[in-house]
């Protein structure tokens, strides 16, 4: 095998993540507001796949369904929807993050009593890494320019 076998995602569970997303398409850009031709330029495939593919008539290909739920994973529009309704793999983390911390765990530790004294123990590159997630989903949410974003992450980071 070319990469190690964490990298490596059967057809099966490629099929399974495609056929998990395939029905809500069509919901999932009405809410983020696009048009088929739309979409389809910013992930790259003709309208005519596009529309095709939405429309059930043909398949769709794992890296189109990777553009497709990235955008809409980071829309503002849809990011909840995907998160709430499964959409959007979360154990696609674990391929890719083999041995880290469970997404589960993840999303509980901001209620964790400890939080200080956890951010406390980590060394300078993980408390930069803390910021750098925060300073994104603070700029996600409040949707703000790139540039701003920019200057924001830059603050937290020196």
């Known amino acids: 095998m070319k990469y190690g076998k964490h990298w490596s995602i059967s057809n099966e569970k490629k099929q399974e993540y495609i056929n ?3 029905p809500q398409l069509s919901s999932l850009r ?3 507001g696009l048009s088929q031709d739309e979409l389809s330029g910013l992930v790259g495939v003709s309208r005519q796949t596009y529309c095709l593919t939405e429309s059930g008539a043909r398949s769709m290909s794992w ?4 553009s497709v739920i990235m ?3 980071y829309n503002v529009k849809t990011h909840d929807l995907i998160r709430r309704t499964g959409v959007f793999p979360e ?6 993050n083999p041995g880290e911390e469970d997404p589960a765990d993840v999303k509980s530790f901001g209620n964790a009593p400890e939080l200080n004294a956890m951010f406390d123990s ?13 300073s994104s989903e603070y700029a996600r949410c409040e949707k703000l320019s790139k540039t701003d974003y920019l200057q924001i992450l830059t603050e937290t980071i020196e």
């Open 122 to 134: 980590l060394d300078g590159d993980g408390k930069n890494t803390v910021r750098a997630v925060l």
């Open 63 to 66: 890296n189109t369904y990777l």
């Open 71 to 73: 955008f809409f994973d």
């Open 20 to 22: 998990r997303l395939l």
């Open 91 to 96: 154990e696609l983390i674990h391929y890719f």
């Open 30 to 32: 009405a809410k983020a």
